[in-house]
Structure formats: structure tokens, C-alpha cells
């Protein structure tokens, strides 16, 4: 069983991304599958989730209206669309099963978590 979040790079502010999530060894279609993003020295940060069927999400405050999630049950993936980034963004991402669509305690609730990749915002 393991998730992997790649899509990750180095990026001007202002500038997008994509993040996908890929599962190995088990099928994404049944759970709920989100992002966090972890800055050394901070606090790890819930930053998206999504229901199952993708008709239910969540977004942190600090990303809505920006970033975009979404799932591809029939490739088992999971996307992260990331716009008008900012330096505050910069983090390792992660994906992961079992997130709380209500966004709380979200580390606290998580399943399954993987290596996660790096994004850069910087000019």
C-alpha cells in the first residue's frame, strides 16, 4: 500500500502547478483523498479534500479560491490544480486517505500518507 505525490517543482508567484496523487496497491475509488502540506517548523496544514465521488470538497481558507481538487477514480489518481501561487505555499505536499471534509484536525485523522514533493515558489 502506498501513495505518491509528485507534480512538484520550483515556480514563480503568480505562477500554477499540478499535483497528482497516484495509489499503488490498493484502489483510491472508496475513500476520501486530500492534501496536506508540511513546512519545517511549522505546523502541518490540511489544505484539501475530497469526497469519494468528488462531489463533496474542502479547502483550507488559505488556498480557496485558488487551488482545485479533483479525481480520476478510473485512473485511481488524484489532482491538486495549484494557481496564483504565493511564497507561502512553499511546502512538501502530501497526499492522503481519510481526510475530514470538515478540514478539522486533519492530520489527526488521516490514513494512508506518502512521500510527498516539494514546491518552490520563488522568483
Known amino acids: 500500500v502506498q501513495l505518491q505525490a509528485s507534480g512538484g517543482g520550483l515556480v514563480q508567484p503568480g505562477g500554477s502547478l499540478r499535483l497528482s496523487c497516484a495509489a499503488s496497491?490498493?484502489?483510491?475509488?472508496?475513500?476520501?483523498v486530500g492534501w496536506f502540506r508540511q513546512v519545517p517548523g511549522k505546523e502541518r496544514e490540511g489544505v484539501s479534500c475530497?469526497?469519494?465521488?468528488?462531489?463533496?470538497?474542502y479547502y483550507a481558507d488559505s488556498v480557496k479560491g485558488r487551488f482545485t481538487i479533483s479525481r480520476d477514480n478510473a485512473k485511481n489518481m488524484v489532482y491538486l490544480q495549484m494557481n496564483s501561487l504565493k511564497t507561502d505555499d512553499m511546502a512538501v505536499y502530501h497526499c492522503?486517505?481519510?481526510?475530514?471534509?470538515?478540514?478539522?484536525?486533519?492530520?489527526?485523522?488521516?490514513?494512508?500518507w506518502g512521500q510527498g514533493t516539494l514546491v518552490t515558489v520563488s522568483s
Open positions: 475530497i469526497s469519494s465521488s468528488g462531489g463533496t470538497t
Open positions: 492522503a486517505t481519510d481526510c475530514p471534509l470538515d478540514g478539522r484536525n486533519f492530520y489527526g485523522r488521516i490514513g494512508y
Open positions: 496497491g490498493f484502489t483510491l475509488e472508496h475513500f476520501r
